[in-house]
């Protein structure tokens, strides 16, 4: 009997603590709005960025 609730005393302990810990975690910092949704394009010339923009427009892509 003791040897049970030990048991399930340590498989509560178990279960829950995760659920603690997930609650506490600090939350993500946002990304800076001046960065490209396309890591591809940080360091390109303006005219680069057009013939990109223009040929994605061209392929249909949104």
């Given at each position: 009997m003791k040897k049970i609730i030990v048991?399930?005393?340590?498989?509560l302990?178990?279960?829950?603590?995760?659920?603690?810990?997930?609650g506490k975690a600090k939350?993500?910092?946002v990304a800076?709005?001046?960065t490209p949704t396309?890591?591809?394009l940080s360091?390109?010339?303006a005219?680069?960025?057009a013939l990109y923009a223009k040929n994605?427009?061209?392929s249909g892509v949104k």
């Open positions: 048991v399930g005393f340590a498989i302990a178990v279960s829950t603590s995760g659920a603690l810990a997930k939350p993500k910092e800076a709005a001046a396309n890591p591809l360091n390109v010339s005219a680069d960025k994605k427009h061209d």
